[in-house]
């Protein structure tokens, strides 16, 4: 099967500081990625389409400017959030198709931040 | 109208019952289906997906597809206390490779 890495798996970092977060797909290229936010007990929410050679998508309310992504190659996507807050303590979920519309998921990553 | 519905339960159902989750959808065009299982503190996890009206099975899993009612369901047989997660069911929104979630069926399986 399709398989997605995530890494770090949790962070800690304190108020004010950047986080970068990676997503790859490990035996599968994948030109669109996606970026999620999950908070304790509710829904996934979708942050932003990350496009290869191309700008991200991002959904309304999301600040493009705090979360940066980047779709360096076809396998290899980067959240990064910039001056957090701990309001952005959360879990971060990305994804990749590798069939059509068939989404992989990455294990996730737990940030917090102090 | 949210583009895809599902009950947020819980559902509770004893060992060995079959449980029944149940997602509707809005978009009469949509033509693939997906189910996700997602245990507390984890990502989801694809475990099924179907294309065509009516059944299709997969070990104790299976989907159903009824696309006139916009309708799709996921049994669950011989249910396990290992069954006990979040079953999302998602669906093909605007954009290319996105798909909608649903809010996600918390599932209890009683030993």
């Known amino acids: 099967g399709a398989v997605v890495s995530q890494h770090p798996s949790r962070v800690i970092c304190k108020s004010g500081t950047s986080v970068k977060i990676e997503c790859r797909s490990l035996d599968f290229q994948a030109t669109t990625m996606f970026w999620y936010r999950q908070f304790p007990k509710q829904s996934l929410m979708l942050m932003a389409t990350s496009n290869e050679g191309s700008k991200a998508t991002y959904e309304q309310g999301v600040e493009k400017d705090k979360f940066l992504i980047n779709h360096a190659s076809l396998t290899l996507s980067t959240l990064t959030v910039t001056s957090a807050h701990p309001e952005d303590s959360s879990f971060y979920i990305c994804?990749?198709?590798?069939?059509?519309?068939?989404?992989?998921f990455g294990p996730g990553t737990r940030l917090t931040v102090t | 109208q949210k583009e895809v519905e599902q009950n947020s339960g819980p559902l509770s159902v004893p060992e060995g019952a079959i449980a029944s989750l149940n997602c509707t959808y809005s978009?009469?065009?949509?033509?693939?289906f997906f189910w996700y299982r997602q245990y507390s503190g984890k990502s989801p996890e694809l475990i099924m997906s179907?294309?065509?009206?009516g059944d299709k099975e997969d070990g104790r899993f299976t989907a159903q597809l009824n696309k006139a009612s916009q309708y799709v369901s996921l049994l669950i047989r011989d249910s396990q206390p290992s069954d006990s997660a979040t079953y999302l069911c998602?669906?093909?929104?605007?954009?290319?490779?996105?798909?909608?979630f649903g809010i996600g069926t918390k599932l209890q399986v009683i030993p």
């Open positions: 179907i294309y065509s009206n």
């Open positions: 994804s990749a198709p590798n069939s059509p519309y068939e989404q992989y």
């Open positions: 978009d009469r065009g949509s033509q693939s």
């Open positions: 998602a669906v093909p929104s605007g954009g290319y490779q996105k798909v909608t």
